[in-house]
């Protein structure tokens, strides 16, 4: 997925160029690497990597696939364009020579460009079709069959304010026919297929690290035999979140402004608007209708090292817990950390990023300088700010160990107050896999802010891991558990502090830092590493996280006057 935030141009130029190395080594891996370590399991069938298979054939072993489908939430101006190419390789079989029998590939892409606003009333589709093949050269012969497909397209608008679209990209194989067997289906296929998307102007948002608003859209995405991959963002990009919370309520329209230094590259000024009040839900007793019992286990690790400890792992059986029961010792995993307050309404209440304004934050964007608060709510505020967004954890696999552990590293830095992590994952028996770097049994991931103060004593209990820490070693018993899990680090930063004055004063102020990173288990080189810093609030707090880079959080608080 790539995104530009320039104006509505024409598009012009390659916007794939960029990300095409990373998919090549991916498109080629199971071609031009085969066969090395035939032993290995995942070498036994040639090319297994996005394969998508002639329906007739995925009829008759339906542990294959025929299509797959894309989703992701992005924001595009109304005159944005798409642009999406589908690549694949398509098997040609070689014969004679002095070379034995074999089949070969060829580099095939169908490119689909489209105004968004085209896509919002219904599903658009685009056939495509590869002509059979076949010529002799040198005493070679070599042919290719024919290959039928489709991408389907749609654009969903969400609810919310934000303005934010789901894509749904499907791309489909439809070559007719009958096959032999799998090495007979494979020339009729559409080997290593992948598909590059692309906004001009517009941006996608990250599927591990979403803003905070975005979260619930980002989760009710389906991807089925693909997952998207920011691959052209920025190296680095910040976050901020702004709340002005007062005990005043305003006059009038509620009308307020944090005016910022000019070395973040926003404008003079970001707006704090007031949200609009949330409908009430009724209340009923009893459970909902439709509601099921929860299926399926959630095995819970916990600890750096090369193994897990004893007891491990804590198994919750969902199926054998009676409905709205809360499963044993699940409280006590999930209350041992004190989070900061953030304030989310009062009489006098306004936010950023918002419906109205929720642009990006450069990447080269800098908190350091002047910040003013101005609202018809709130006295006038004002601090100055001297630590910079935190720089990049870094976050990465930094190998595996013959046992299948998986060692990983991440990038100190002297103002963090401590690092922690966690990780999501699942197995094929349904079963939820989750794991904490803390020495206890967590069920609530530590990935907010915490203040300095309970960061030290959360080290003291095992919970965080020290500053001066490094490394820590993801067991073989969770790799084994769940070998695709989605890992997260955080490391907690400072928190500044301002006041009109040292006693009864009119409104304070505070800053919190945070930098955090993701990466899936296994795809290192293809994570998408998060920091987030500062945040003046006016009453703050941290939240956010980005994609690719450094982390911020402005979050300005402002006393209840």
Same mark, same amino acid.
């Given at each position: 997925m790539t995104g530009r935030p320039s104006s509505g141009a024409t598009p012009t130029g390659d916007p794939f160029a960029s990300v095409r190395e990373v998919a090549d080594a991916l498109l080629y891996e199971g071609y031009v690497l085969y066969p090395y370590r035939a032993s290995s399991g995942k070498n036994t069938n040639r090319w297994q990597f996005g394969v998508l298979m002639p329906p007739g054939y995925v009829a008759d072993d339906p542990s294959e696939r025929s299509g797959n489908q894309t989703e992701m939430v992005f924001e595009a101006d109304a005159d944005a364009t798409l642009r999406v190419r589908t690549r694949f390789l398509h098997a040609q079989h070689r014969t004679g020579g002095d070379q034995p029998e074999?089949?070969?590939?060829?580099?095939?892409?169908?490119?689909?460009q489209v105004p968004i606003a085209e896509l919002?009333?219904?599903?658009?589709? +685009?056939?495509?079709?590869?002509?059979?093949?076949?010529?002799?050269?040198?005493?070679?012969?070599r042919e290719a069959r024919a290959i039928?497909?489709?991408?389907?397209?749609?654009?969903?608008?969400?609810?919310?304010? #934000?303005?934010?679209?789901?894509?749904?990209?499907?791309?489909?194989?439809?070559?007719?026919?009958?096959?032999?067997?799998?090495?007979?289906?494979?020339?009729?296929?559409?080997?290593?297929?992948?598909?590059?998307?692309?906004?001009?102007?517009?941006? #996608?948002?990250?599927?591990?690290? /979403?803003?905070? +608003?975005?979260?619930?859209?980002?989760?009710?995405?389906?991807?089925?035999?693909? +997952?998207?991959?920011?691959?052209?963002?920025?190296?680095?990009?910040?976050?901020?979140?702004?709340?002005?919370?007062?005990?005043?309520? /305003?006059?009038?329209?509620?009308?307020?402004?944090?005016?910022?230094?000019?070395?973040?590259?926003?404008?003079?000024?970001? /707006?704090?608007?007031t949200p609009a009040a949330p409908k009430p839900v009724k209340e009923t007793n009893g459970l909902p209708p439709g509601y099921e019992k929860p299926k399926g286990r959630m095995l819970i690790y916990w600890g750096c090292g090369e193994h897990a400890g004893a007891g491990q792992p804590?198994?919750?059986? #969902?199926?054998?817990?009676?409905?709205?029961?809360?499963?044993?010792g699940m409280a006590a995993m999930a209350n041992f950390a004190r989070t900061a307050k953030v304030p989310h309404t009062a009489p006098g209440f306004?936010? +950023?990023?918002?419906?109205?304004?929720?642009? /990006?934050?450069?990447?080269?964007?800098?908190?350091?300088?002047?910040?003013?608060?101005?609202?018809?709510?709130?006295?006038?505020?004002?601090?100055?700010?001297?630590?910079?967004?935190?720089?990049?954890?870094?976050?990465?696999?930094?190998?595996?160990l013959p046992s299948g552990a998986a060692r990983l590293a991440w990038?100190?830095?002297?103002?963090?107050?401590?690092?922690?992590?966690?990780?999501?994952?699942?197995?094929?028996?349904g079963d939820v896999v989750m794991w904490s770097s803390a020495k206890s049994a967590a069920t609530t991931p530590l990935l907010d802010y915490l203040p300095p103060a309970e960061v030290k004593r959360l080290i003291g209990t095992g919970h965080v891991l020290a500053p001066n820490v490094s490394e820590c070693t993801l067991p073989a018993e969770v790799a084994k558990a769940s070998p695709a899990g989605m890992i997260m680090g955080i490391g907690y930063g400072p928190e500044a502090n301002f006041a009109e004055a040292p006693k009864a004063p009119k409104w304070v102020a505070k800053a919190r830092y945070k930098t955090t990173a993701s990466l899936m288990l296994g795809m290192p080189d293809m994570s998408e590493m998060q920091g987030?810093?500062?945040?003046?609030?006016?009453?703050?707090?941290?939240?956010k996280k980005k994609k690719f880079g450094l982390g911020d959080l402005l979050q300005g608080a402002v006393p209840h006057p």
């Amino acid at each position: 997925m790539t995104g530009r935030p320039s104006s509505g141009a024409t598009p012009t130029g390659d916007p794939f160029a960029s990300v095409r190395e990373v998919a090549d080594a991916l498109l080629y891996e199971g071609y031009v690497l085969y066969p090395y370590r035939a032993s290995s399991g995942k070498n036994t069938n040639r090319w297994q990597f996005g394969v998508l298979m002639p329906p007739g054939y995925v009829a008759d072993d339906p542990s294959e696939r025929s299509g797959n489908q894309t989703e992701m939430v992005f924001e595009a101006d109304a005159d944005a364009t798409l642009r999406v190419r589908t690549r694949f390789l398509h098997a040609q079989h070689r014969t004679g020579g002095d070379q034995p029998e074999w089949d070969e590939a060829v580099d095939r892409q169908v490119d689909v460009q489209v105004p968004i606003a085209e896509l919002s009333a219904q599903v658009r589709e +685009w056939p495509f079709a590869v002509d059979a093949e076949a010529g002799d050269s040198a005493g070679v012969h070599r042919e290719a069959r024919a290959i039928a497909g489709a991408i389907a397209i749609g654009v969903t608008e969400l609810p919310g304010p #934000f303005g934010a679209r789901r894509l749904t990209v499907s791309v489909e194989n439809r070559t007719a026919g009958s096959f032999r067997g799998r090495d007979d289906a494979l020339r009729s296929a559409l080997v290593a297929a992948h598909t590059f998307c692309a906004l001009e102007p517009g941006r #996608f948002l990250s599927m591990t690290d /979403p803003p905070e +608003w975005a979260a619930l859209d980002v989760a009710g995405c389906r991807n089925d035999g693909t +997952w998207p991959v920011l691959g052209s963002a920025p190296s680095v990009m910040h976050t901020i979140d702004l709340k002005l919370a007062s005990r005043t309520k /305003p006059a009038a329209a509620p009308e307020a402004n944090h005016l910022i230094p000019p070395g973040l590259q926003m404008g003079p000024r970001l /707006p704090l608007i007031t949200p609009a009040a949330p409908k009430p839900v009724k209340e009923t007793n009893g459970l909902p209708p439709g509601y099921e019992k929860p299926k399926g286990r959630m095995l819970i690790y916990w600890g750096c090292g090369e193994h897990a400890g004893a007891g491990q792992p804590t198994v919750i059986d #969902f199926s054998k817990l009676a409905a709205g029961q809360v499963p044993p010792g699940m409280a006590a995993m999930a209350n041992f950390a004190r989070t900061a307050k953030v304030p989310h309404t009062a009489p006098g209440f306004g936010e +950023w990023p918002n419906n109205k304004d929720h642009r /990006p934050v450069p990447a080269s964007g800098s908190l350091i300088g002047q910040h003013k608060v101005e609202g018809n709510y709130s006295p006038p505020i004002g601090f100055t700010l001297a630590q910079d967004f935190m720089p990049a954890l870094n976050l990465r696999q930094a190998g595996s160990l013959p046992s299948g552990a998986a060692r990983l590293a991440w990038t100190t830095s002297v103002t963090a107050t401590g690092y922690a992590l966690v990780m999501f994952g699942g197995n094929g028996s349904g079963d939820v896999v989750m794991w904490s770097s803390a020495k206890s049994a967590a069920t609530t991931p530590l990935l907010d802010y915490l203040p300095p103060a309970e960061v030290k004593r959360l080290i003291g209990t095992g919970h965080v891991l020290a500053p001066n820490v490094s490394e820590c070693t993801l067991p073989a018993e969770v790799a084994k558990a769940s070998p695709a899990g989605m890992i997260m680090g955080i490391g907690y930063g400072p928190e500044a502090n301002f006041a009109e004055a040292p006693k009864a004063p009119k409104w304070v102020a505070k800053a919190r830092y945070k930098t955090t990173a993701s990466l899936m288990l296994g795809m290192p080189d293809m994570s998408e590493m998060q920091g987030e810093p500062a945040q003046p609030n006016n009453q703050p707090q941290p939240k956010k996280k980005k994609k690719f880079g450094l982390g911020d959080l402005l979050q300005g608080a402002v006393p209840h006057p």
